[in-house]
């Protein structure tokens, strides 16, 4: 039978770097065809060319049998190609129903394309009111009016770059059902993701793009995690080692940490309390939105907490903002890279000046000492394998991954007593985690102590030697790690202290 | 003092008439900021058009050829701004003023044989049996076409954004367009085009005050209009039917103050000049507390990075 697409030698070279090298793939109707690729491996530059965003240099599309090759999205479209974004190509300002007529050709009026929204979101289990305006929706809500928009057009190709990285497991789930029942109705999916597990539950085949050549195939279903993941990285990944340090003395103790919330749609803190030990690594989980941003914004000093709550090494900390802290050995690296841990227009030497200038001495009686910056910032590339052209190079213009890299090395760097991390491996690619979370165990194994807030539990499991979970701004008694199975670790993230509280 | 000479019915239709050089060019403006282009060269692009429709009324002998002359000057220079701004990918703000300073320079050379002269008159439209109502007559119905056009063109500006799918297109242009190019909207030509509509207006503009309004050619005759229908777009929350309130409500007091400071009222000069500004901006501050905000992409340059 003739497939869906496929795809012959297709080549797209940008200067300096050829971002697809002679791929070829096919994919029949109804397949969930998964795309499986390191940072810059040419993923995203692939599906645009199918998307009909970039034109190859080289090479044939064919949909079903007949040569392809849109000049523009519309001409996709038209093909019947719909294409759910990374990141989100929504309208903040415009309504859920102005949002699905701009991406359609002919749309109705908004009146009936409200009605038609409803009857496709009520058929696929995608609740969703035309009406709302998208700035308000939460990011699972805002996927749904893309992938919405795309199923009004009636695709025989429905193409989602990395659509999980936003969504919490239940959304997720949701997701998976939706993408279930369409390959069942003869709807082909193409997945990019790097996520393994996703891949293995629900694709069919799986294409591997390593440095934008095509590296393998394989039917994910019956192949590990483990050897995807070699494929990706063409190396045998090395696994994390553990040292087995015996914890020293207490450096941070949290006692009865309260406090309000930030912001209307923050969490407030509530008797948040433990003992962190030199060279151990304490691992926090919990759903998104429980409080980690807070606890961390606490930590770091970014908000002050009333005294008696934090104490470093036996000192009162409550009291004092980031760069006496910095000074003082309690060092954090936020979650959100552009914005809060970098600042995304700045150079890298800026951005390492930023956080390190304390504990680097990088200026002087309020003079910036430039070459002992970039030197410091030299450092941080080359020991965390960030890949940029130099240290001028505007923290924006770096992929996630590779940014990640610097924003933790940086912290590492400094010789923290105290590291707060959160989520420090976020839309990382496998190798790249695996050395994140190998220079966070050297660091423990050094004498310091680690607090690794991540909504990942494989990672929390595989480096972490104490674990506890946020529920609503509660952090639940740290239990160690060794011996706990999924269903301990369930109970303490939906909320086991309730149950507790009930006993007493 | 006698504040019994000052005509009420007088003074609204005076204030028709002296908003509509600010209505004209801040309904422009707002349409060029709502797909996402701050063009701070308002003042220069009414200037030229003041000009162009100035000499080509007097050399046609007809208004209304300068009025579409006046227009089409105004674009052409918007397109200057056009080709800086979305092909040079320039600053926008520098670009504008740049803008504003050649396009006053380049009228006053234009203009250096049209000193002096007196341009044709336009004559009110007619309505007939409808300007012998009493109040309502000489207030809305004895007025130069243009008042009207003004008028028409917040009704089909608002029109257009609201109901149309080209309205629905230019608004999400102006709030995300690195979004809109993904979906294959031509964020360029579509930028272009509201630049040269903003242009378009902005000459009509200054033509009405050349050729209506005072009516005669003096260099840097449109004395800051343009720069108070830049601040009207912000005040007015970027919605025409606030832009047409604040041109009136500005247009108003500015009137009345004339007629107060006519009447011999106590209170210094100044303060009266300084009262139409005042009191325009607090009302439309006092509007916009609401949580309308201004276009996402407003001012940022578009680059399509493949």
Redesign the interface.
Known sequence: MTPLLSLTGLTKAYPGVVANDDVSLQIAPGEVHALLGENGAGKSTLVKMIYGLVKPNQGEMRMRGTPFAPSEPRAARAAGVGMVFQHFSLFDALSVAENIALGMENAPRLRDLSRRIKEVSDTYGLPLAPDRIVGDLSAGERQRVEIIRCLLQDPKLLIMDEPTSVLTPQEVEILFQTLRKLSGEGTAILYISHKLEEIRALCDTATILRLGKVVGTCVPRETTARDMAEMMVGKVLSTPTRSGVAPGEVVLALEGLSLPSPSAFGMPLREVALELRRGEILGIGGVAGNGQDELLGALSGERRAPPGMIRFKGQEIGALGPNNRRAMGLLAAPEERLGHAAAPDMSLTENAMLTGAVREGLERGGFLNWSAARGFAERIIHSFDVRTPGTGTAARALSGGNLQKFVIGREVLQRPEVLVVNQPTWGVDASAAAAIRQALLDLAEAGAAVILISQDLDELMEIADRFAALNEGRLSVPQPTAGLDVEQIGLMMGGAHGMEVAHV | MDLGAINPILLIAALMSAATPILLAATGELVAERAGVLNLGVEGMMIVGAICGFAIAVETGSPLTGFVAAAAGGAVLSLLFALLTQVALANQVASGLALTLFGLGLSALLGQGYVGIKPPRMGDVSFGPLAEIPVLGPTLFSHDPIVYVGLLLVAGTWAVLRFT?AG??L??VG??H???H????KVVRIRTLAIMFGGACAGLGGAYISLIRVPQWTEGMTAGVGWIALALVVFASWKPWRVLLGAYLFGGITQLQLNLQGAGVAIPVEYLAMSPYIITIVVLVILSADKS?A??SLGRTFHAS?
């Open positions: 799918r629905l297109i608004r999400a709030e995300n690195d979004a809109a993904a979906l294959g909207y905000a276009p996402a493949n």
